[in-house]
């Protein structure tokens, strides 16, 4: 499958993989209570790569423990494949910026952990372990432990152990936020290879304008306190984009005054100390 | 290189030297300080097998009848008998006090009362209770062992990242699995070191309890010498204890960085 026909697949299909319909989320109790999400109305369709974006604290990381069910909304409604979210659960796979590999087991028990859990038998896993370790260059390092990994591929083997699943959503969370920009640039690239070829749906958290224009087929910006979408962006250009090109500069341009606006209030938070991380 | 040597060996040689000069001219009684040569020799009659070889009686024979081989592997059983009572009991329970709260609540004042009683405090009770023998010094060992496995594996359980929990939940992982496969490996830095500070704890234990309960093993073989005022006996036993406790902590490590090889910081 690739990019034109997951498009066709999203104009036939109706029914969108995750819906937010007034979501709210309150830490603590109002009035002292922070207010990270606020109405929050989102609709996602399948083979769409979401980028969310926005200045720190602006509630992307809530927004997406939501859908994964790490911490429910407050109250609104918000649907995955037509059901509330209630729980985490195999079919929204994480990664996370810390990799949170699993440190005792070796490249392969990490990605085969998933299909342990679901059971599958062992042919059939040794064949998908094989072919993820295939699909993301990491063949000679199955039998390493975590520590003997560099950043870049430490978190190709936590996309790999999403990918093992099949999930139809993959949710990062500013992913390659603590990779070097060489390594970054190698892992998106090889991202958007894999989102065109397996056709997932990406929930992709950022505060780098350049990677949200970069990768995204569609970027959310937030604001600041309370947490509200701001604006809703579909990024036209056609993949593999050319960041130094006039299009995607002026891309970047325009969302950048966007999302500045909403830095600079977190700044002057920042400086009132208000910010609680 | 050579230097290092000559720095690490100096003050240990003259020390040697000037004690067995000290011993040789008179100046200090056998009894009370024997010569470092008369220890050596004394260390090896005690190693020689006191029977003589007889193809008869099989190699394995001759070699048991070594008294120091038999005391050591006496003591050795003992404390792996005591430690894996004590860790064995220990390391169920303080999985379940790290993970379970309430439980936690309801038996920690206990565990915080018990746990500043030396193990040796308990000889008076142990004897009361399971009279001479080995059980009462299995009993004071696993003693030893308990309280470090216990408080180190609640410690352990406590500070497994929650990312680790957060990765796991996201990949389906159910209660059971997330125990077997998280949990319990992200605590094993700390419950090893429970266990490895346990063994210590039992080691010291053994010998006291061999001074007072049985009459085998190397703590009774040198309270055993000191009635017969053999001084260099006495010694040379000490010697064996202090190279079994050194053997037992290099094993302990050698376990330990294989199953910790995958945990930063330790290189395999
Ligand atoms: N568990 C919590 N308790 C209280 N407040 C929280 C909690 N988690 C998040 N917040 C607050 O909610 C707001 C949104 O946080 P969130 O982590 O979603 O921001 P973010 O956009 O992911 O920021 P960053 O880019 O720094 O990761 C912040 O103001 C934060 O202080
Ligand atoms: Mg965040």
Redesign the pocket.
């Known amino acids: 499958m690739n990019a034109h026909h997951i498009v066709k697949d999203m104009e036939t299909q109706t029914q969108p993989l995750v819906r937010a319909a007034g979501v709210n989320k309150i830490?603590?109790v109002e009035p002292s209570g922070?207010v990270?999400l606020k109405d929050i109305d989102l609709e996602i369709r399948p083979g769409e790569f979401v980028c969310l974006l926005?200045?720190?604290?602006?509630?992307?990381?809530?927004?997406l423990?939501a859908i994964a069910g790490f911490?429910l909304p407050t109250s609104g409604t918000l649907e995955v494949s037509g059901k509330p979210v209630t729980a985490p659960g195999p079919d929204r796979g994480m990664v996370f910026q810390e990799y949170a590999l699993f440190p005792w087991m070796t490249v392969e028990a990490n990605i085969a952990f998933g299909l342990d859990i679901r059971g599958t038998g062992s042919e059939e896993k040794a064949r998908i372990v094989d072919e993820l370790l295939d699909m993301l260059g990491l063949k000679e390092f199955r039998h390493r432990f975590p520590k003997d990994l560099s950043g870049g591929m430490r978190q190709r083997v936590a996309i790999a152990r999403v990918l093992a699943l099949d999930p139809p959503i993959m949710l990062m969370?500013?992913p390659f936020g603590a990779l070097d920009a060489l390594t970054r640039r190698s892992l998106q690239d090889e991202l958007l290879r894999i989102w065109r070829s397996v056709g997932k749906t990406i929930v992709f958290?950022t505060?780098s304008i350049e990677e949200a224009v970069y990768l995204g087929s569609r970027v959310v910006i937030?604001t600041y306190?309370p947490?509200t979408i701001k604006r809703d962006v579909t990024i036209d250009l056609p993949y593999p984009r050319d960041s130094n090109s006039v299009e995607f500069n002026a891309i970047k341009k325009d969302l950048a005054s966007l999302v500045h606006a909403e830095h600079d209030r977190f700044a002057l938070d920042e400086r009132k100390g208000l910010?609680?991380? | 290189m050579t230097r290092t040597l000559f720095r690490n060996l100096a003050v240990p040689v003259v020390l040697l030297v000037v004690w067995q000069l000290l011993s040789q001219s008179g100046f200090i009684k056998p009894v009370i300080l024997p010569s470092p040569v008369a220890i050596l020799e004394r260390l090896w009659t005690y190693l020689l097998p006191a029977q003589t070889y007889a193809e008869s009686a099989g190699f394995a024979d001759w070699m048991w009848s070594s008294e120091l081989l038999s005391d050591l592997v006496a003591s050795m059983r003992r404390v792996i008998l005591g430690f894996a009572v004590g860790a064995g009991l220990a390391l169920p329970l303080g999985l379940l006090m790290g993970t379970d709260r309430r439980f936690e609540a309801y038996l920690n004042p206990v565990v915080q009362f018990l746990r500043p009683i030396p193990p040796i405090a308990y000889i008076p009770l142990a004897i009361l209770w399971f009279g001479l023998g080995d059980p009462p010094a299995i009993f004071l060992i696993s003693i030893g062992a308990f309280f470090p496995v216990l408080i180190n594996t609640i410690t352990g359980v406590r500070n497994v990242d929650s990312i680790y929990v957060r990765a796991a939940t996201n990949l389906g992982a159910d209660r059971m699995t997330m125990f077997r496969r998280v949990i319990l490996p992200a605590a094993t830095p700390y419950v090893l070191t429970g266990m490895r500070i346990g063994i210590g704890t039992a080691f010291i234990v053994v010998i006291v309890a061999e001074m007072i309960a049985v009459n085998s093993g190397l703590g009774y073989r040198i309270l055993e010498a000191r009635e017969y005022m053999w001084s260099d006996k006495v010694i040379a036993g000490m010697i064996a204890i202090g190279l079994l406790g050194l053997a037992i902590d290099v094993g302990v490590n050698r376990v330990n960085n294989h199953l910790l090889r995958w945990h930063r910081g330790i290189e395999s």
């Open positions: 830490f603590g922070v990270a926005g200045p720190s604290g602006c509630g992307k990381s809530t927004l423990n911490s969370d500013e958290v505060h937030l306190r947490g910010t609680l991380d």
